[in-house]
């Protein structure tokens, strides 16, 4: 009888760069999967550098075509990097948390080699998750683009003026705007800054985007939810952008040039989150946000 095919046969392992935590982490991870006969590459950028001998180590598009699950050990941030960076190869991706608060890395170090081998069982929580594209665009095309997983924002940068633009929703003025910036907000990113900035906490599961003012100068402009197929476009009303900005995911950013529109809408393709058969969005909730800690001082 022919012995059934692993689930995930070969992983691949992302990481935190030049953080001890996080290599402790990937030399256990690496054990554990050395012991249930897991094939393992080691992300050149990240993981590689950490000197594991015997392990190849890959750019990150080959890792995306040889890897049947990426594992990226750090923060929120690790994983908003890793799964950007590899979104076009509808691979699925698995968070252990060595950072701070870690709304997407949700697996323990102290509860890594339990959750792990039910993944590798075949029992984990599929997670699809959707990006944003944004675009700036000139009249002779465009110019930039980037990826969110969490959320675009328009901001200042180097000054202490309002931005004045205009917004757009497939093509239909929304409003004149005068405020510190604009978030844009998948699900994903409404418990990060767009919270922060007092925006609605929204499920993942809701196919929406949510557009969170930063500090306008007139109170009713309040956060608003849109469908999650709706083109968001971004008009300034001023002349010169060298003290604008904008970021993806608070990581990498678009330069804007003179005259230039920003265009967001939805990426085409997902993010394939998984989590341990534990995972519960609104327990990652209460335990994240402290819901109900009757020991807050």
Same mark, same amino acid.
Do not use: C, Y
């Given at each position: 009888?022919?012995?059934?095919?692993?689930?995930?046969?070969?992983?691949?392992?992302?990481?935190?760069?030049?953080?001890?935590?996080?290599?402790?982490?990937?030399?256990?991870?690496?054990?554990?999967?050395?012991?249930?006969?897991?094939?393992?590459?080691?992300?050149?950028?990240?993981? =590689? @550098? !950490? #000197?594991?001998?015997?392990?190849? *180590?890959?750019? &990150?598009? %080959?890792?995306?075509?040889? $890897?049947? /699950?990426?594992?990226?050990?750090?923060?929120?941030?690790?994983?908003?990097?890793?799964?950007?960076?590899?979104?076009?190869?509808?691979?699925?991706?698995?968070?252990?948390?060595? =950072? @701070? !608060? #870690?709304?997407?890395?949700?697996? *323990?170090?102290? &509860?890594? %080699?339990?959750?792990?081998? $039910?993944? /590798?069982?075949?029992?984990?929580?599929?997670?699809?998750?959707?990006?944003?594209?944004?675009?700036?665009?000139?009249?002779?095309?465009?110019?930039?683009?980037?990826?969110?997983?969490?959320?675009?924002?328009?901001?200042?940068?180097?000054t202490s003026r309002m931005i004045d633009f205009r917004t757009y929703i497939n093509g239909e003025l929304l409003n004149n705007h005068r405020s510190d910036g604009l978030i844009i907000s998948t699900p994903t990113g409404s418990t990060a800054y767009a919270m922060a900035s007092g925006g609605p906490i929204t499920h993942p599961g809701v196919d929406a985007m949510v557009l969170v003012p930063i500090c306008p100068h007139t109170l009713s402009n309040r956060p608003l939810v849109i469908p999650g197929n709706s083109v968001v476009e971004i008009e300034l009303n001023e002349t010169g952008t060298e003290h604008l900005r904008v970021s993806c995911d608070s990581q990498d950013e678009l330069r804007l040039a003179e005259g230039d529109r920003i265009r967001i809408r939805q990426h085409p393709q997902q993010a394939h989150l998984i989590h341990p058969p534990s995972h519960g969005y609104f327990e990652i909730l209460r335990a994240k946000l402290r819901w109900g800690d009757t020991n807050l001082r």
């Open positions: 009888m022919n012995n059934p095919t692993p689930h995930f046969p070969v992983v691949a392992i992302t990481g935190k760069p030049d953080d001890p935590s996080v290599t402790e982490t990937v030399g256990s991870l690496v054990a554990l999967l050395q012991r249930h006969g897991r094939e393992i590459i080691l992300d050149k950028q990240s993981t =590689g @550098r !950490l #000197g594991l001998d015997g392990l190849p *180590s890959v750019d &990150r598009n %080959e890792l995306g075509t040889r $890897a049947d /699950l990426v594992i990226s050990v750090g923060g929120d941030g690790t994983l908003l990097n890793t799964a950007r960076s590899l979104v076009q190869h509808d691979i699925a991706i698995l968070g252990v948390n060595r =950072g @701070r !608060l #870690g709304f997407l890395v949700d697996v *323990s170090p102290s &509860r890594l %080699e339990a959750e792990l081998e $039910a993944v /590798l069982s075949g029992h984990f929580v599929r997670d699809d998750r959707t990006l944003l594209q944004a675009e700036s665009v000139g009249s002779d095309g465009v110019h930039g683009s980037g990826l969110a997983l969490n959320d675009v924002v328009l901001h200042r940068w180097n």
